[in-house]
């Protein structure tokens, strides 16, 4: 299913950055996803929202960013 008409991105192109460990705005930056209109920008959260309850390692991923992963360390 295309979810960002404007940029021609698929459910299935997102989902493949969400297993890769990839959070919205990172998908955002890499896809285009939501950088036009704007009105696929919800769909867009919950496709990545739903992958990343189904694929949590994933979603652990990409919460570690630079700033607090050297507040883990
Ligand atoms: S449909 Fe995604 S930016 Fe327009």
């Given amino acids: 299913m295309i979810v960002c008409v404007c940029n021609r991105?698929?459910?299935?192109?997102?989902?493949?950055?969400?297993?890769?460990?990839?959070?919205?705005?990172?998908?955002?930056?890499?896809?285009?996803v939501a950088t036009q209109c704007g009105r696929c920008e919800g769909c867009a959260r919950e496709v990545v929202e739903q992958c990343s309850r189904m694929h949590p390692v994933a979603a652990l991923h990409s919460a570690i960013t630079p700033t607090n992963a050297a507040a883990m360390s």
């Fill in 9 to 32: 991105i698929s459910d299935r192109e997102i989902v493949r950055h969400v297993r890769a460990g990839l959070g919205f705005d990172d998908i955002q930056l890499e896809l285009g």
